[in-house]
């Protein structure tokens, strides 16, 4: 996932995606000084919840 605003965190990205399904991990990925470089990844526990997020 990417275009994120910088305020995203870990836990507001896993707060987002859990209306499409049951989320196992996620991770936003920060440059040296920690702040967000606006993109991350998602680990859904139900591939079909991948679908779900795909069709927003």
């Known amino acids: 996932m990417n275009n994120f605003n910088f305020r995203t ?3 507001t990205l896993k707060e987002y995606v859990t209306k499409f399904g049951e989320v196992s991990d996620s991770l936003v990925m920060k440059d040296q ?3 967000s ?5 998602v680990t859904f526990t139900d591939p079909h919840a991948i679908d779900e997020f795909m069709k927003q």
């Not at 470089?37 to 990844?41: A, S």
């Open 9 to 11: 965190t870990d836990e």
């Open 33 to 35: 000084n920690g702040q």
């Open 37 to 41: 470089r606006c993109f991350g990844f």
